[in-house]
């Protein structure tokens, strides 16, 4: 379970970094599947909760290891 929310963690935070790097930027998207998780005209803060989330996923997961 610790690695199931390990990469699910660090899945999360690096699809949100990104996320928050092309909507700044403008620039190419890294993990285009979290567009799909994120809603039309709420891309700042739909990434930046996925970036939240991954860091409160992998905190446990890095604990117990």
Do not use: C, Q
Not at 31 to 52: I, K, Q, S
Request: no cysteine.
């Amino acid at each position: 379970m610790k690695t199931l929310l390990g990469y699910l963690g660090f899945v999360l935070i690096l699809g949100g970094g990104s996320g928050l790097v092309a909507d700044r930027l403008g620039g190419f998207r890294l993990f285009g599947f979290v567009r799909f998780l994120v809603p039309d005209g709420h891309e700042t803060a739909g990434y930046a909760t996925l970036l939240v989330l991954g860091i409160l996923l992998a905190i446990p997961a890095a604990r117990r290891g």
